[in-house]
């Protein structure tokens, strides 16, 4: 992967562990972007993420919203992501967040196999990505992201590697979006020197964009009340508000069940009138046999109003 640029956007992460944090401080040290704990497992929210989320953006400091994976199981990817966005909500919603949701996987407590470890991570970003309409982020480190597949790889990659040296590629990433470079205590310095960032007791985890601060708010940028410009579009998933009416067309046969979100050509249109035609026919005949006659007055009528 590549190495560091001193021109990058530098941010920080925290969670409740951090204890109070004067932002401001933060901003006028030049930190430009912070990742916050927002959840944990399917139940535990961090009570400091709605005043840490508050507060940095009023001192102007670019925020997103991370959660902690537990879960051993698809099912209980699901579960968390709901917990997720939960949290995000009682912190004003997707909508006030600068960044993309991050899934944080980075342990295998459970002793699972490297497709498990996969599908749960599928699971869960499919989840929160249907539930914000936003395409999230995976943070994971350098030794744990070769558990993934490259079917996780169109999710950006913020890579955990306390060193000078630049991370590994791995079956699913060549490149990060973000470097978490430090723990506080450990791997790279600020460009600045050092590793201790003013308002923050203690050492936080130092990171870096792979771009400059204004490049970080074009990529992730949205408008008001269009969360779902931060990130394109993924066709292979339904829409929550199509859900109901994408089944039945697939129940009915009228779609084969891949990308949904897809635009329609105009040859897989006149596929799906072609079907119905043919069903309204068979409707209105009440048998196979009285389709011929009635596919040729149709057929008349068609050619009488072109």
Sequence with gaps: MQARNSNNAQGIDISHHNGVVDWMKVKGDGIRFAFLKASEGSTYKDSTFPGHVKAARAAGVLVGPYHFVNAA??????????????????????AVMDLPPVMDYEDNKSGLSKAQISAVAAAFLAEIERLTGIR??????????????????????????????????????????FWQYSDGQSGGYRPVGGRAVAGVSGLPDLNEYAGTVEELKVKFSKS???????????????????????????????????????????????????????????????????????????????????
């Design 73 to 94: 199981s698809e099912a209980a990817a699901k579960v968390e992501a709901a917990n997720f966005y939960a949290a995000i909500q009682s912190a004003g919603g997707i």
């Design 136 to 177: 999230p982020i995976v943070y994971t480190g350098n030794s744990f992201a070769a558990n993934f597949t490259e079917a996780i790889s169109k999710y950006p990659l913020w890579v955990a590697r306390y060193s000078t040296q630049p991370p590994t590629d791995v079956a699913a990433w060549s490149r990060w979006d």
């Design 224 to 306: 008001k009340g269009d969360v779902g410009s931060v990130a394109e579009r993924d066709i292979e998933q339904v829409s929550k508000w199509a859900e109901t009416a994408w089944k039945e067309m697939q129940d009915n046969g009228y779609f084969d069940g891949t990308r949904p979100g897809a635009g329609i050509t105009r040859e897989e249109a006149a596929m799906v009138f072609s079907r119905m035609r043919t069903n309204f026919l068979t409707l209105i005949a009440g048998n196979k046999e009285a389709i011929a006659a009635l596919e040729q007055r149709m057929t008349a009528i068609e050619k009488e109003v072109k």
